[in-house]
């Protein structure tokens, strides 16, 4: 019961990483988008940050999508009837775990750099956004409310 547990918890994981691959065209291009070129306009960036900021954010979380779905491909691959199924799940499950870790590290590292890129009013700015985006999400897919 644990490893199942354990298992769905990972599938979880990683579509939730991935997008799920329900992203229309303008979302995978977001994806690809530097956070720069996407922020210009909201947090009055100059050109020099634009650059360096794309520099920084380029096709990252389009690269972690592409690694959540080659998992997701990964695990429907295999053959529930076979008799090694038990242990080829745990270790697509195990190489998820590390991935998944992986990419949360390089996220929060990318956002550190991101943030002491930003101006002390940029910053105010990008919260004020973040908290925008978060109620429009809340609103759009009960999964990302709070309550």
């Keep these: 019961m644990k490893k199942i547990m354990t298992m769905t918890l990972?599938?979880?994981?990683?579509?939730?990483?991935?997008?799920?691959?329900?992203?229309v065209?303008?979302?995978?291009?977001?994806?690809n988008e530097g956070f720069g070129s996407r922020m210009e306009k909201t947090l009055?960036?100059?050109?020099?940050?634009?650059?360096q900021l794309d520099e920084l954010t380029a096709g990252k979380m389009g690269e972690m999508q592409k690694r959540g779905m080659a998992k997701i491909r990964a695990l429907m691959a295999l053959?529930?009837?076979?008799?090694?199924?038990a242990a080829e799940v745990d270790t697509l499950a195990s190489d998820s775990a590390a991935m998944i870790e992986?990419?949360?590290?390089?996220?929060?590292?990318?956002r550190?750099?991101?943030?002491a890129l930003l101006t002390p009013?940029?910053?105010?700015?990008?919260?004020?956004?973040?908290?925008?985006?978060?109620?429009?999400?809340?609103?759009?897919?009960?999964?990302?409310?709070?309550?």
């Design 102 to 110: 992986a990419d949360i590290r390089d996220f929060a590292e990318t």
């Design 112 to 115: 550190a750099k991101v943030h």
């Design 79 to 85: 053959d529930p009837a076979s008799d090694n199924y």
């Design 10 to 23: 990972m599938a979880v994981l990683v579509l939730g990483l991935s997008g799920c691959g329900w992203h």
């Design 121 to 147: 009013e940029q910053l105010e700015k990008l919260a004020e956004h973040q908290q925008k985006m978060a109620k429009k999400m809340a609103r759009w897919h009960k999964k990302f409310s709070d309550e």
């Design 44 to 51: 009055d960036l100059s050109d020099e940050q634009v650059k």
């Design 25 to 31: 065209k303008k979302h995978q291009q977001m994806m």
